[in-house]
């Protein structure tokens, strides 16, 4: 194993962004410079999109069972999915890092090539970044910039009444995977028996290894759908639809009984005794998109796989309610994850 020091800052950067592809025509210049530099005057109908992600460790991610490569590559699909989000898709990133003396050059060079995977799979050019050293640990700050049509932007304030609630891919798998992989760090802990994951890949893999879903981007785009309002679910579902309804200024009904749910994560739920619903409306990290459609795109909806009509927009004075199994209705509580709540 090299320590980095031996590479010093500037060789570090040369080794991790050594080749790097170009996918984008507007990408004029990337890794190697001052600044990149991106010229989107050929370009002209689009408008673009900015977002940043910094992931901390011992805040959101544990390297006692995230693999490197898994990380960067999940650091960068958080990203990608902030912007289609916006309904945009991404085209550039910048990565920063800083790294504690634990880390060796081989170990950055599985973070990073987990982030190469993740831009190849995405078509997105990695183009500028910074590294420094750190006392407490390994920071990741990804910004992304994407494109979207001019005016074509689907910000949270859109929903209006009657519109349908619908969610891509299924929910609580995530969540359910963070809870396998912290009690079995706690048995290897207590007792240094090896974990078994045999038969819960899937929850594995929805926690370490996200995919943002640029496939139903495209297809709402081929469907000629364009949603009202949109998130892509990092806190939990029902903290996102609390965000849509503030900003639109309208209430909810969604029905428990249309939540789509994996079977490995319902089986996970029973075996730790925890309530599979709230598992969904609250577990967060899906990186799933929620959107709003007029109804009258009811059969268009029909005809997308993978997205699950949970629900409808109501009056803001209906407030915004959970309809279960049994016909009962309950405020939708908001549980997910707050970045700066205190921890008990």
């Known amino acids: 194993m090299a320590e980095i020091s031996t590479l010093g800052e500037f060789g570090l950067i040369d080794r991790m962004t050594k080749e790097l592809p170009i996918y984008n025509k507007e990408t ?14 050929t370009l002209t109908d689009d408008e673009q999109l900015v977002t940043t992600d910094l992931l901390m460790e011992g805040v959101h991610f544990d390297l006692t069972y995230m693999p490197l490569m898994h990380l960067g ?39 990073y090539t987990g982030i190469r995977l993740a831009c190849e799979k995405h078509q997105v050019d990695i183009v500028g970044g910074d590294t420094t ?41 995530a969540y359910m995977g963070l809870q396998l992989l912290e009690r079995e760090k706690y ?16 929850l594995l893999e929805r926690q370490l290894r996200p995919e943002a879903r640029r496939d139903i981007i495209l297809r709402l785009r081929e469907l000629g759908i364009r949603p009202t309002a949109m998130m892509d679910i990092s806190d939990g579902l029902s903290s996102e639809l609390k965000h849509i309804c503030r900003q639109s200024g309208v209430g909810c009904r969604i029905y428990e009984e ?12 029973e075996e730790l005794n925890m309530n599979v619903t709230t598992c969904a409306l609250n577990g967060g990290e899906d990186y799933e998109l929620l ?41 939708l509580q908001a549980q997910g994850w707050q970045a700066f709540e205190e921890k008990k």
């Open 291 to 331: 959107f709003t459609v007029p109804i009258a795109d009811h059969e268009k909806v029909e005809q997308m796989d993978g997205v699950r009509l949970i629900g409808h927009i109501t009056k803001p004075e209906l407030g915004l309610a959970l309809i279960t199994r049994d016909g009962t209705e309950f405020e």
């Open 187 to 202: 048995v290897f802990n207590e007792t240094n028996e090896q974990p078994d994951f045999a038969g819960r890949e899937y």
């Open 258 to 269: 249309r939540l789509p749910l994996d079977y490995q994560t319902a089986v996970m739920a």
């Open 28 to 41: 004029r210049v990337g890794v190697g410079d001052d600044c990149a530099i991106l010229d989107y005057s």
């Open 73 to 111: 590559y999940k650091a960068a699909q958080v990203n990608f999915s902030d912007i289609y989000a916006m309904g945009g898709m991404p085209r550039q990133i910048t990565v920063s890092l800083a790294i504690s003396k634990r880390f060796s050059v081989e170990d950055i060079d599985q973070l």
């Open 133 to 173: 050293s750190s006392v407490t640990g390994l920071a990741i700050s990804i910004t992304c910039i994407g494109t979207i049509g001019r005016g074509q932007a689907i910000r949270r304030n859109g929903a209006k009444e009657t519109d349908l609630i619908c969610v891509s891919g299924d929910l609580g798998a």
